[in-house]
């Protein structure tokens, strides 16, 4: 990013942020859905039961927790494969 000028800059970054953004919905979209499908049974009611509740609640920590621990173990391989002079992705 050094050898661009500052509008330059500044569009990238806003192009960096508009992905996060479109990630993160898509991430969050897809718990969203994945919890529902598995925890959500009965439809007689607007209100979820307790047993639904504690199965979203589970499901939701799971999946960030896992989400999490992904994010390690990419960050832990990048910074080895740095350390070691390979380029990520090759």
Known sequence: MD???ASEQRELQGRIEKRQMK???T???K???RCF???VNDFTTKSLHSK???CVMRCV???LKGSE???QRWQEQNAAMMQSGQMPGR
């Open 3 to 5: 050898n661009l000028n």
């Open 23 to 25: 990630e993160f919905m």
């Open 27 to 29: 991430m969050y979209g």
């Open 31 to 33: 718990l969203v859905q």
């Open 37 to 39: 499908d598995d925890c």
């Open 52 to 54: 639904e509740e504690g």
């Open 61 to 63: 920590d799971k999946f």
């Open 69 to 71: 621990r992904l994010g």
